[in-house]
Every structure is written in structure tokens, then in C-alpha cells.
């Protein structure tokens, strides 16, 4: 029972490398959902998908960019690193619009 | 702008202790709320959803209850258990749905034995 994968766990970077986050879920969901967390600011909204080749902008969709090739991945990549972007980035997916979220383990991003 | 506050922000009590964990969104227009827990280092696990048209839902010792009217929700956790420790969350979706969720800032819970 994998659930809601998220690779790499863990990762540093300069300014202005990029990187690409992957997310995978093997529960056949058709909404997935990036979050980032970051200290006393509760979790927010970047980017979602509501289905295979779909994807919309969340509350801070700004230097993140996404794509959803496959139903089952769901791709956060960030073209040129910003120390702003230093946080802790969240998958999540869910069967119905409305209904439970399914979250993975977090993925650490640190930007020196 | 849906806002979500959660007070209090940390809260340290003794096991065996019944607590209320409390959650309010400025707009009443919701589709649902769900409570969260994170352990430290990793993700979150949904815990309850309770839907618009219901007033509380429950699992094991856990009771969560909704009032739109007043944009309130309390978590209620029985018999504290030190493994009870954790940061407990809530969440609504932004108006359309879909998820979009907007989440407190959490409550961090200790239980002491």
C-alpha cells in the first residue's frame, strides 16, 4: 500500500538551479495537488490537476510549473531556484473533488 | 477571502485529559471540513471529514463537530494517549471545490504521561 509517493525526500540547491519534484500515486485518483508548507503559515495551494493532461494555478502558483502527463504522476518543477522557495513541498490526491486527501511524506527543499 | 484560525496555537496537557481543539473560517460557504494530524517530519493524515449538511462525524475517540452558521469547529479527543502528540489541523476548500484547501496554521499538542 504505497499510497501518495513523493522523490526526492530531501534536496539543496543553489540560486537558480532547477529541479523537478515527482509525485506518484497508485490509488487510480483523479485529483492531485502540490502544497508547500512552510513555518507558522499553515500549508497553501500551488498548482493542481483535476485529471491526466490538466493542470491549474492554487494560491502561489509563481516560480513553480507543473505537468500531469500520466494520471498516476504529477510533476513540480521550479526552472530557477529562489531561497524564497526553501520549504517543505506536500503531494496530495483524492478520488472526488469533495472528498479525503491523501498526503505524502514531504519533500525538503532547501535553496542557499 | 476564506481565512482559517485555530486556537490555541500549542497546547501541553496530561494524558488521560479530554481536550478541545477549536477551528474557525470566516466564510460559512463550505463544502466540507476536514481535521488533519501531522507527526513531526512527515505528512498529513486526514482524521475526519465532515460534510456541509452534517453536524459531526467520529473515529475511535475522536469527535469533530461542525456549525456554518458560526464558522466553528472543534475537534474533541478523548482520554488523552501520549501517542495523541502531534499538530492537529483543519482545512476547507476555496469556493468551486476541487480540494484547493485552505488550511489553519495548526495546533501543536503534547501529552504528557
Known amino acids: 500500500n504505497a499510497g501518495v509517493t513523493q522523490t526526492p525526500k530531501f534536496r539543496v540547491l543553489k540560486t537558480g538551479q532547477s529541479m523537478t519534484l515527482l509525485c506518484a500515486q497508485d490509488?487510480?485518483?483523479?485529483?492531485m495537488y502540490w502544497y508547500r508548507q512552510d513555518p507558522g503559515m499553515g500549508l497553501r495551494l500551488i498548482h493542481y490537476?483535476?485529471?491526466?493532461?490538466?493542470?491549474a494555478k492554487g494560491e502561489v502558483p509563481d516560480g513553480y510549473n507543473v505537468s500531469r502527463l500520466k494520471k498516476q504522476n504529477f510533476l513540480l518543477g521550479l526552472e530557477s531556484a529562489a531561497p524564497s522557495q526553501t520549504s517543505v513541498y506536500f503531494c496530495?490526491?483524492?478520488?472526488?473533488?469533495?472528498?479525503?486527501?491523501?498526503f505524502g511524506e514531504g519533500s525538503r527543499l532547501t535553496v542557499l | 477571502k476564506q481565512e482559517v484560525t485555530q486556537i490555541p496555537a500549542a497546547l501541553s496537557v496530561p494524558e488521560g485529559e479530554n481536550l478541545v481543539l477549536n477551528c474557525s473560517f470566516t466564510d460559512s460557504a463550505i463544502y466540507n471540513l476536514q481535521w488533519f494530524r501531522q507527526d513531526p517530519g512527515k505528512g498529513l493524515t486526514s482524521l475526519l471529514l465532515?460534510?456541509?449538511?452534517?453536524r459531526e462525524q467520529t473515529s475511535g475517540r475522536l469527535n469533530a463537530s461542525l456549525d456554518k452558521s458560526s464558522g466553528r469547529s472543534t475537534l474533541y479527543i478523548a482520554a488523552s494517549q501520549p501517542g495523541d502528540s502531534a499538530t492537529y489541523l483543519c482545512a476547507v476548500p476555496l469556493s468551486g471545490g476541487y480540494n484547493k484547501l485552505i488550511f489553519g496554521a495548526g495546533t501543536r499538542l503534547a501529552v504528557h504521561p
Open positions: 490509488m487510480n485518483h483523479e485529483y
Open positions: 496530495a490526491s483524492s478520488y472526488l473533488n469533495t472528498g479525503e486527501l491523501f
Open positions: 490537476s483535476v485529471g491526466e493532461g490538466t493542470t
Open positions: 465532515i460534510q456541509s449538511s452534517q
